[in-house]
Nanobody
Framework: VQLVESGGGSVQAGGSLTLSCEASGRTYDKWCMGWFRQTPGKEREGVEAIYTGGGSTTYADSVKGRFTISQDNAKNTMYLQMNALKPEDTAMYYC??????????????WGQGTQVTVS
C-alpha cells in the first residue's frame, strides 16, 4: 500500500487541523490503519487507529476527546481530526496500514509523514 499524508501545518494552541492519508495499491480489509507521531529523539507512538473491517477505533489517552479518526472507503482516505491542539502535540505525524491497534511495529506500510507544529 502506498500512503500519502497531507494537512499538516502550524497552528496556535487550541486550534484545529485535519490530516488526510490517501491509500493506493493493495488494501488491507481486516487490519487496522492508524496515525502515529514522532518527535526527535523519541520513539514513534500510536495516536489513533481504526479497524478497516468494522470501523472500531482505539486511541492514546493523551488525545482522548480531542482527536477523531475516520475513513472514507470510497476515497480510500483516512482522516485525523485534531481539536484543542496543545504544544505537546507537535510532531511528525505518520499514517500506517496493515497493522494492529497502536502496536507501532506491527504495521507494514508507512507514509512519509506530515509535520504538525503547535505554538
Amino acid at each position: 500500500v502506498q500512503l500519502v499524508e497531507s494537512g499538516g501545518g502550524s497552528v496556535q494552541a487550541g486550534g484545529s487541523l485535519t490530516l488526510s492519508c490517501e491509500a493506493s495499491g493493495r488494501t488491507y480489509d481486516k487490519w487496522c490503519m492508524g496515525w502515529f507521531r514522532q518527535t526527535p529523539g523519541k520513539e514513534r507512538e500510536g495516536v489513533e487507529a481504526i479497524y478497516t473491517g468494522g470501523g472500531s477505533t482505539t486511541y492514546a489517552d493523551s488525545v482522548k476527546g480531542r482527536f477523531t479518526i475516520s475513513q472514507d472507503n470510497a476515497k480510500n482516505t483516512m482522516y485525523l481530526q485534531m481539536n484543542a491542539l496543545k504544544p505537546e502535540d507537535t510532531a511528525m505525524y505518520y499514517c500506517a496500514a496493515g497493522g494492529w491497534a497502536l502496536a507501532t511495529r506491527s504495521y507494514r506500510d508507512w507514509g512519509q509523514g506530515t509535520q504538525v507544529t503547535v505554538s
